[in-house]
């Protein structure tokens, strides 16, 4: 038997053995191999079904009715899913709103709490959104704050010690994001804290890329504040709202830069002085988004019956083995991985690069055999980004991917593309 049937047995045997594997009913699935689900998760079959009843019943017949009848807890029955994927109290947790929108809050709301220091820390692997949001905030309310960008050598990493070495007395706020987008660098958040801690520095986490793929423990961690999507690994439907964490001792010690209605004390009684809510409502701004609320739902109801702790397991193996392809199958022929090899440093993706990875990535997503379709995504310059999703992505999917991106490069089937860009990549 060649190398190559081996690893293709070795998946047949992977995806036998897998218990979460029925969990791919549940989603609708195509004739593609989709490796995206860290962009935008699929759509869960019963999310059709439960927008379908709540726009016919809830909104088409009983109207305003539904505010008091369905809609006003629906934001908090959601949070307190969150907070059991991401290990925080259901009273820790706010729903709403997109992820750079809760940044700029929980910001803000950090920077002004610690007035007497003016440092903000970051890194250049963080998601640019979270780093624009601080330059505004520095450009429009924070003149006398600078931003430290720490820089990866590697483009994949930054040390514990690095940050330790940025972090002192006068720092006001680290910000990172716990996976990193581009090469699935995974932080020890427990570690990192400590750090920041010791010098007196809130920290703020940007969980986008952890919640519904690693196991994340914001209360053990001893976890400050955090942001994160619901609309990649946890199947919550494109732009669903995201969520923000504020640890409770500090919610009554941090306060809202948008005083919305909806933060305060007695929305109803339209009085013209505003008095923020005490609790984690203080975060909220306006009227929640009920439908993708409710999308969010049912899409993070799938994650939580599976369990956190089997799916990152699941993930970990995968990624496992995709890893041990790429290294067979794809090093050989040009390709280098850029992100880490050790799992207890990674998310649930894995980077690759090649000169050609942006031709390589629409020659998957478009052939012109018969050829799979693969959805996977790129990130400037040449990263090809496989998504692993262990709730639907089979072992199968992963080896069909690398043989397929082998035969991309050996036949140069790529060439058939320029190397103008799509908007989304
Ligand atoms: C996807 C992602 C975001 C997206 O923010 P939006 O406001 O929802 O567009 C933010 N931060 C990180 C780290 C992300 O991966």
């Keep these: ?51 379908s009843e709540i726009t016919q019943i809830q909104w088409g017949k009983r109207l ?31 729903v709403g709103d997109s992820t750079s929108i809760n940044f700029y809050k929980l910001a803000f709301a950090a920077l002004k709490f610690q007035e007497t220091k003016t440092r903000i820390i970051t890194d250049s692997l963080n998601f640019p959104t979270d780093i624009y949001v601080l330059q505004g905030l520095i450009e429009q309310q924070f003149k006398n704050h600078s931003l430290t960008i720490i820089q990866s050598a590697d483009e994949q990493r930054i040390s514990d010690e690095a940050i330790s070495n940025a972090l002192d007395n006068e720092t006001a706020l680290l910000t990172l994001s716990h996976v990193v987008f581009k090469s699935a660098y995974m932080y020890d958040m427990h570690k990192i804290n400590h750090l920041a801690h010791q010098n007196g520095a809130l920290v703020l986490w940007d969980l986008s890329h952890s919640a519904g793929a690693v196991e994340v423990n914001l209360n053990e961690s001893g976890a400050d504040l955090a942001v994160g999507c619901t609309y990649k690994y946890l199947n919550g439907g494109p732009g669903a709202p995201a969520f923000l964490y504020v640890r409770k001792d500090l919610q009554e010690k941090l306060h809202n830069p948008i005083w919305g209605w909806f933060s305060h004390q007695k929305p109803f009684d339209f009085t013209l002085n505003y008095e923020a809510k005490a609790d984690i409502q203080r975060f909220s701004a306006g009227t929640p988004s009920v439908l993708s609320l409710a999308a969010i739902a049912s899409g993070i109801d799938i994650s939580l019956e599976a369990g956190m702790k089997n799916l990152r397991e699941k993930s ?39 000169p050609e ?24 310059p040449n990263n090809i980004r496989l998504g692993i999703a262990p709730l639907y992505n089979t072992f199968e999917e992963i080896f069909r991917t690398i043989i397929r991106i082998k035969t991309i490069v050996e036949t140069r089937e790529f060439e058939r593309f320029g190397g103008e860009r799509l908007e989304v990549v």
């Design 64 to 94: 305003i009715r539904s505010w008091n009848e369905h809609w006003m807890e629906l934001p908090s029955k959601v949070a307190a899913k969150i907070a059991q994927v991401v290990g925080a109290q259901a009273d820790e947790i706010f």
């Design 316 to 354: 970990v193996s995968q990624t496992n083995y995709l890893i041990e392809l790429i290294e067979n199958l794809l090093t050989p022929i040009g390709f280098t991985i850029a992100s880490p090899t050790n799992s207890n440093e990674r998310g649930s993706h894995i980077s690759i690069q090649h």
């Design 1 to 51: 038997m060649s190398h190559q049937d081996e690893l293709q047995k070795k998946a047949l045997e992977l995806d036998k053995k897998d218990k979460l594997a029925h969990f791919r009913e549940q989603f609708e699935i195509g004739e593609e191999i989709y490796l995206d689900g860290n962009s935008l998760g699929r759509l869960p079959k019963k999310t059709v079904g439960l927008i």
């Design 357 to 380: 990875g942006y031709r390589i990535n629409r020659a998957m997503i478009e052939p012109t055999n018969d050829s799979p379709v693969i959805i996977p995504d790129f990130r400037p």
